[in-house]
Antibody, heavy 123, light 107 residues
């Protein structure tokens, strides 16, 4: 069974840091890019960051650029998100998602998703 | 960034109804459009990819259409398990934006 399990969420003060982890199982992890998508409580989905299969390419939403860093360890089947200079508006459930694709590689989508880990930024 | 706008933001429907949700992109995105379903407390689930391709295991009452800037998700014969929030998402650009969501509620 393909599975993604996030961990590392918690309560942190504004300006603080947190590192999220996502452990993958049931598929060949280094065949796929991965992404983090967040959802503030009661709000919609926001793509945060993505990383290619080998970590060679990374991208970020403008809202987190310069503060968050995505990385991966293919030997450990794990994805990470280092979050620095956290703000109240970063409060959300953070989901990791596999970046799946069709045979051309041009069409991409998120499947599956992990259940998410809650990050709460509050003084 | 490409902006995705869904309409309506919410709708009320009954079991058996045909439901249509639209999604408009702020610029052309060809067919690089996906649809997801999310139920309360659960992770989103992929329904449709590449605008009209049905994900394996998803009931055939779900269908997607459109290209360019205008897209549609249709549920033909709403079932009780379909009451949820639906999101469109573009992957034309690496910064992959979502629509704001459409909540389908019981009438």
């Amino acid at each position: 069974e393909v599975q993604l399990v996030e961990s590392g969420g918690g309560v942190v003060r504004p300006g603080g840091s947190l590192r999220l982890s996502c452990e993958a199982s049931g598929f060949t992890f280094d065949d796929y890019g991965m992404s983090w998508v967040r959802q503030a409580p009661g709000k919609g989905l926001e793509w945060v960051s993505g990383i290619s299969w080998n970590g060679g390419t990374t991208d970020y939403a403008d809202s987190v650029k310069g503060r968050f860093t995505i990385s991966r360890d293919n030997a450990k089947n794990s994805l990470y998100l280092q979050m620095n200079s956290l703000r109240a508006e970063d409060t959300a459930f953070y989901h990791c998602a596999r970046d799946d694709f069709d045979s051309t590689g041009f069409y991409r989508w998120f499947d599956p998703w992990g259940q998410g880990t809650l990050v709460s930024v509050s003084s | 960034d490409i902006q995705m706008t869904q309409s309506p933001s919410s709708l009320s429907a009954s079991v058996g109804d045909r439901v249509t949700i639209t999604c408009r992109a702020s610029q052309t995105i060809s067919s690089y459009l996906n649809w997801y379903q999310q139920k309360p407390g659960k992770a989103p689930k992929l329904l449709i990819y590449a605008a009209s391709s049905l994900q394996s295991g998803v009931p055939s009452r779900f269908s997607g259409s459109g290209s360019g800037t205008d897209f549609t998700l249709t549920i033909s014969g709403l079932q009780p398990e379909d009451f949820a929030t639906y999101y469109c998402q573009q992957n034309y650009r690496m910064v992959r934006t979502f629509g704001q969501g459409t909540k389908v509620e019981f009438k």
